[in-house]
């Protein structure tokens, strides 16, 4: 199963590496700007939207299982509207930049997304995360027979809403924001923690870290972890990173970035994988779903990049890697 895992886990790795290069192919450089042939996050939006749905699906299954029934459309509706309405203003740029291209030479067409219009992507998740709530006080409303229920309903309906739609909405503006760099040093040294938790929780693992949540976690799969995920980090920001042109991804801020970004990746991707497993104990499932053996469902896979995310994103808006704000 050890060799399994660490298999997948690397194909996983690098299928979202290999994506994350494909969509950079939308920025090429041009001097210290970026010139855009393509739309950003052309490639990588529809897997995000896909992983969104499946994701909702799952935790709306942990619901059931705890004999709880929120309105799942509106659910739905709420976490692709939030994701989706963080990109549309790339968009809007794009369709613009498609409509003067004709009237200049293809090589001289500058096209930098302005953080004005960025963040009001923002705003806009931020409105749909209101709409979302609205849909499902609505919906319980349009259900309700009897008292017992909809107080749970409505609960669980708002956190699938922030755990799965608005910590996505944070991946999708590191994309937009710092480049494609941003978000493979995020994803990989995640990962790495998550591979070096396992290995080294199987090889050495003798203290239990939280029995009664998750009693395959143990302290020394948390330092693998951490190890691992400052490993990764070193090699996204050494590597990765730098192997990109700088108007594309930018380059690490503090010399000990890549440390401090590591070190917070593994502590935050640790309690992610024990916040989901403390919803599954909690309803008495042991993996989200079994589509991918030895994994679990796609929950099983998200749970540390869900929860690290909004980490990641701090890391570079306060210059701790990165250039911080206006990239």
Request: with cysteine.
């Amino acid at each position: 199963m050890l060799k399994w895992r660490l298999l997948l886990g690397t194909a996983i790795i690098l299928a979202l590496i290999g994506l994350c290069w494909l969509d950079a192919q939308a920025d090429l450089p041009q001097g210290m700007q970026r010139v855009h042939i393509g739309l950003p996050g052309a490639a990588l939006m529809p897997v995000v939207l896909l992983l969104t749905v499946l994701a909702t699906q799952e935790v709306l299954r942990l619901a059931r299982a705890a004999n709880l029934r929120p309105a799942a459309p509106a659910i739905y509706t709420a976490n692709l509207l939030m994701v989706l309405a963080q990109w549309m203003p790339e968009v809007n740029l794009y369709v613009i930049s498609l409509l003067q291209r004709p009237h200049q030479p293809p090589n001289e067409f500058d096209y930098l997304p302005h953080v004005e219009m960025i963040f009001a992507g923002s705003q806009s998740a931020l409105w749909a995360l209101a709409l979302g709530v609205g849909l499902i006080f609505v919906a319980e409303m349009r259900r309700f027979e009897k008292p017992g229920g909809a107080l749970a309903n409505i609960a669980v309906g708002v956190f699938c809403l922030v755990y799965v739609g608005m910590m996505c909405t944070f991946a999708v503006q590191m994309r937009l924001f710092w480049g494609v760099g941003a978000l493979a040093a995020w994803i990989v040294s995640v990962k790495m923690g998550d591979i070096g938790a396992y290995t080294f929780g199987r090889l050495f693992g003798r203290t239990r870290m939280s029995p009664t949540i998750s009693p395959g976690k143990t302290m020394e799969g948390a330092i693998g972890a951490i190890l691992f995920a400052c490993l990764g980090s070193w090699v996204s920001f050494h590597g990765l990173v730098q192997m990109a042109p700088p108007s594309v991804n930018p380059m690490p801020g503090a010399p000990i970035g890549w440390l401090i970004f590591g070190v917070l990746m593994g502590l935050a991707g640790i309690v992610g994988d024990l916040a989901e497993s403390l919803l599954k104990r909690d309803v008495g499932c042991k993996d989200s779903s079994s589509w991918l053996p030895g994994f679990g469902g796609v929950l099983d896979i998200l749970d540390s990049l869900l929860l690290t995310a909004p980490v990641a994103w701090l890391c570079w808006a306060m210059g701790i890697v990165g250039v911080g704000k206006g990239m």
